[in-house]
């Protein structure tokens, strides 16, 4: 497995508090089948920009630290980059270096905020395409919007975008409207990618033992592939810098509706 979104870097964000706590999540991420990890540590998000050579230098010191601890994982450089204005101006600069791409790839994890505007979002995704990034939406059911208007989201699919989602969301960690909402998006087959998004050791972590148990009932019973091997599959071609070419739905089958959105609306 590759988690492609984690803040396991300590120091840098609300993540990780200490290079303890990092390897202790890297302890879970290697208990959960995880062979490579991405560091995602937040870009731009009320503006600030962690520089990216002292990024590199706190992966090289997190890997250094983890083979000597004979933890047996990868980590890998990327970052969770806020998607706006600055945000463009950021990337403008970094075409060629890839500074905060995934793992030296064009893939770029874009988080969109609640005040994004989906409108607004489908211009700046198609700029970042121009310019030759490849997005992928980090945690895209925190987003009731994108539910709202699934076309659009389609439409973004179909020109190259791809999808993550948090593995916790499967178990209920975000509440159980993520949880309905990580199924729909599961079921209509647009989860191209999955992350821990761990923080810390003792809540969202980067254990996803669970999660993987859960996704595999739910294979079963929706009758559709593992989302976890598919995830993998998907994440493998970003670590060689591959294109996706995932499926798209040709109709969206709507969110069954949980006895709490009966209940509650
Ligand atoms: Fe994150």
């Given at each position: 497995m590759i988690d492609i979104h984690s803040h396991i870097l300590y120091g840098v964000d609300d993540g990780s508090?200490?290079?303890?706590?990092?390897l202790e999540m890297l302890r879970l991420s290697e208990a959960s089948g995880v062979s490579d990890i991405i560091a995602t540590p937040h870009v731009n998000r009320k503006g600030i920009v962690p520089d990216w050579a002292e990024l590199q230098e706190r992966r090289e010191e997190l890997q250094r630290a983890a083979d000597k601890a004979?933890?047996?994982?990868?980590?890998?450089?990327?970052?969770?980059?806020?998607?706006?204005?600055?945000?463009?101006?950021?990337?403008?600069?970094?075409?060629?270096?890839?500074?905060?791409?995934?793992?030296?790839?064009?893939?770029?994890?874009?988080?969109?905020?609640?005040?994004?505007?989906?409108?607004?979002?489908?211009?700046?995704?198609?700029?970042?395409?121009?310019?030759?990034?490849?997005?992928?939406?980090?945690?895209?059911?925190?987003?009731?919007?994108?539910?709202?208007?699934?076309?659009?989201?389609?439409?973004?699919?179909?020109?190259?975008?791809?999808?993550?989602?948090?593995?916790?969301?499967?178990?209920?960690?975000?509440?159980?409207?993520?949880?309905?909402?990580?199924?729909?998006?599961?079921?209509?087959?647009?989860?191209?990618?999955?992350?821990?998004?761990?923080?810390?050791?003792?809540?969202?972590?980067?254990?996803?033992?669970?999660?993987?148990?859960?996704?595999?009932?739910?294979a079963h019973k929706e009758q559709r592939q593992d989302l976890w091997q598919s995830a993998t599959a998907n994440a493998d071609q970003i670590l060689w810098d591959r294109v996706c070419y995932p499926e798209v739905p040709d109709h969206w089958q709507p969110q069954k509706r949980g006895l709490l959105s009966r209940l509650f609306g």
């Open positions: 508090e200490s290079l303890e706590m990092s004979r933890i047996e994982i990868t980590i890998h450089l990327g970052a969770e980059v806020e998607l706006n204005g600055a945000t463009m101006d950021l990337l403008q600069k970094c075409t060629e270096t890839r500074e905060y791409c995934l793992a030296d790839s064009r893939y770029v994890l874009i988080e969109l905020t609640n005040q994004t505007r989906p409108s607004i979002a489908e211009n700046m995704l198609n700029t970042l395409q121009l310019r030759g990034y490849w997005p992928v939406l980090a945690h895209i059911e925190r987003f009731p919007q994108l539910l709202e208007e699934p076309d659009q989201l389609l439409s973004w699919i179909r020109r190259g975008v791809l999808c993550q989602c948090n593995a916790g969301s499967f178990t209920g960690e975000f509440g159980p409207k993520v949880k309905e909402r990580v199924r729909t998006l599961y079921r209509n087959g647009v989860i191209h990618l999955l992350g821990s998004d761990g923080h810390r050791t003792a809540f969202r972590t980067t254990d996803m033992r669970e999660a993987r148990e859960e996704l595999a009932r739910l």
